[in-house]
């Protein structure tokens, strides 16, 4: 059936995807099941998680051919039912099977079947210049206006010099962000509330430094939602901590992998989608699933700064995070499931008293982009994980205080901050490129859908040492900044909303020394910090694959008896760590300890100084004369002596002789 779009341009009051020229937008707008099983049996849940994640994928299909269909829809007039009715069907079969998979483990639930029918949203899509958030949104950071309206963008549509981005001011994928997701911060009243603090409170806090992922650890799985499926996420995301968390890991797996983070004891995983400019860019995933494929287009930004604090409790003592505790803060599904369960807050360096929830901020000249996650900090003492992967943790109330049967644990409030330009809203992002969240597709990289994830692989004693520091009212942390105001105020970082500050002055530049709490100026002595830091920022498939031969595992020190175990001290990657750029340049001048070729090397430097080294057992011959190898001076008295003793014995034969 073809509807006239223009009949329903008004519905649900947000901008989505425009369908041609025509103005108008839509999305796909399904049932989130997993908000409805709250309550699966443990035997049923991997059957039901990987037909949860089935869902996602027949959603993010249909998205598919709506884009498709869009393409000719410039008379407004779009076959809705082509879409929608072999999604529904799709879906019914798909509901089927989940309902049979809770049967025959538990009780069969009720009234899932209703849920499978979708609706084609529709919207008016912001027209360029519209909905700007303030006056400073036409010009650039610098203070240079935009000519907007003037050059042959004038009509809005945001397509760029190259043809890259498709009519309407949709992103470079055709899929968001639009003017209308975006506001000056500076326009923006403070919001964000400190909660107070009662007596006995826990006022201390712990930082844990695990770099900005300048390494480049990037999927688009979800061990949390939708564990055993690839691309169970359809979105990327930045991962720091844990370097074995894909789709696949077990808990063993996590147990035993490196980590990225300073102090060795913490194997968590923090992970996050990843920011994106739309800026043209092909990056390594445009033609994978989760990436370009599914409109995740654009340059992956390295943030400039991540903080990974845990705090108290506004009104008593926390309680240790169980091992393996999965938390998600925050809905990827936002945009359609509503607000429930969102928790984004989008700010900007010196303007973090105004929290933004659903749209991207503006930042002016000299500051930064800041995305905060705070996490649920209530936990209901048994499970460490649940079928929604919700309800076994929750939100303290502004008191401090915790459901019924829950009790407080450390909470985690992430912070990251990008070094990014305002856009340029006038021209769609020509000037200066949009930047956005990557999301499910019919999400349209909405602000509001940001989200974030955590799995606890800390060591159990670093976790018992978090929280006496925590409930003794100190700052403790390899990730602790030594600054004011870090464990000194007990209201310091308290409440839902979040709190840290910048001291200085907004243009100041995050990655100074001190400035980041996990700075190598803030923490001397702690290595593992350096490295994130250090890294380049090539993506994994971008660094050659003959790293390792011209990066050794290393060389005995002169003088060492064991070159094996020397060698073996030297090396720091993970053998189940995915191929990422180097942690020092190849090829370094002047470090012996790379002269070590590993066994069966071939070349010149072999046939020096490190095959003998790298054979365990043989004895290493001196290349070269007496002089060359320093041995002269120690063989001469030999020699002189062997002389000496061998003319005695002849002069005592002969004498022996003549007596007899």
């Known amino acids: 059936m073809a509807v006239n779009v223009f009949a329903s341009a008004t519905e649900g009051g947000n901008t989505a995807v425009p369908l041609g020229s025509s103005g108008v937008a ?26 949860l994640a089935r869902l996602d994928q027949q959603i993010a299909t249909a998205y598919g051919q709506l884009q498709e269909a869009a393409r000719g829809a410039d008379d407004g007039e779009l076959d809705e039912a082509a879409v929608l009715d072999p999604l529904e069907r799709e879906r019914a079969a798909t509901i089927e099977r989940i309902v049979a998979a809770v049967d025959k483990a538990g009780d069969r639930p009720e009234g899932l079947d209703a849920e499978a029918a979708c609706a084609l949203r529709r919207t008016e899509a912001t027209t360029a210049g519209a909905e700007s958030g303030g006056p400073e949104q036409g010009q650039r950071q610098d203070g240079k206006e935009q000519e907007a309206g003037n050059g042959d963008d004038a009509d809005g549509t945001g397509q760029d010099a190259g043809g890259q981005r498709p009519p309407g001011n949709g992103g470079q994928a055709g899929n968001g962000p639009v003017a209308g997701d975006y506001a000056a911060i500076e326009s923006v009243r403070p919001n964000a509330v400190e909660a107070p603090r009662r007596d006995g409170a826990s006022n201390g806090s712990f930082a844990t430094s695990c770099g900005v992922n300048a390494e480049g650890l990037f999927n ?22 844990n370097q074995d968390n894909d789709a696949f890991s077990s808990d063993e797996d996590l147990a035993a992998a490196d980590t990225s983070c300073a102090d060795r004891g913490d194997k968590s995983s923090y992970y996050w989608p990843v920011l994106r400019l739309q800026n ?10 989760g990436g370009g494929i599914e409109g995740n287009a654009g340059e992956i930004v390295t943030p400039a700064e991540v903080t990974l604090t845990f705090e108290g409790n506004e009104r008593g003592k926390v309680t240790e995070m169980p091992r393996l505790l999965r938390i998600i803060t925050g809905d990827a599904k936002a945009f359609v499931n509503g607000d429930a369960n969102a928790n984004a807050s989008w700010s900007c360096t010196g303007f973090e008293d105004r929290q933004l929830k659903d749209k991207y901020p503006l930042c002016p000249s000299g500051s930064d982009v800041v995305r905060t996650f705070t996490f649920q900090s ?22 401090g205080s915790c459901p019924d049967g829950f009790r407080p644990i450390p909470r985690l409030v992430q912070r990251i901050v990008y070094d990014v330009d305002a856009p340029s809203l006038q021209d769609g992002g020509k000037t200066v490129p949009l930047f956005a969240v990557d999301s499910f597709p019919e999400q349209l990289h909405k602000p509001v859908t940001d989200h974030s994830d955590f799995i606890n692989v800390f060591d159990e004693d670093l976790m018992r040492e978090m929280v006496d520091c925590i409930n003794t009212g100190r700052a403790c942390g390899a990730g602790a900044s030594p600054g004011p105001g870090q464990g000194g105020d007990p209201g310091e970082g308290a409440g839902e909303a979040p709190q840290e500050q910048p ?56 003088g060492s008896g064991a070159p094996e175990d020397d060698a073996r001290q030297t090396e720091t990657a993970s053998p189940s760590a995915e191929p990422r750029a180097a942690t020092t340049a190849a090829g370094a001048a002047a470090d012996r300890s790379a002269a ?65």
């Open 26 to 51: 839509a999305t796909i707008d399904c049932p989130d099941l997993s908000e409805r099983l709250t309550t699966v049996p443990q035997a049923a849940r991997p059957e039901v998680d990987t037909e």
């Open 220 to 241: 688009s799985d979800n061990l949390i939602a939708a564990p055993g499926v690839g691309n169970g996420a359809h979105h990327f995301h930045d991962y720091v901590g």
């Open 280 to 289: 043209g860019t092909v990056e390594q995933d445009a033609q994978s699933p």
């Open 378 to 399: 209530c936990w209901d003492g048994r499970n460490i994980d649940s079928a929604n992967h919700r309800t076994h943790v929750a939100f303290a109330a502004a008191d």
């Open 503 to 558: 001291t200085g002055d907004p243009g100041a530049n995050p990655g100074d020394p001190g400035a980041n709490p996990g700075d190598p100026g803030a923490n001397p002595g702690e290595d593992a910090t350096d490295e994130p830091t250090e890294k380049p920022t090539e993506k994994p498939t971008e660094k050659p694959i003959e790293e390792p031969a011209e990066e050794p595992t290393g060389a005995p020190q002169q």
């Open 596 to 660: 070590e070729a590993a066994p069966g090397a071939e070349g010149d430097a072999g046939a020096r100084e490190d095959v003998a080294a790298g054979a365990a057992g043989q004895p290493r011959v001196p290349q070269g004369g007496l002089a060359e190898t320093g041995s002269g001076l120690g063989l001469w008295p030999a020699a002189v002596g062997g002389i000496l003793f061998a003319g005695g014995c002849v002069l005592l034969v002969r004498s022996r002789r003549h007596a007899r």
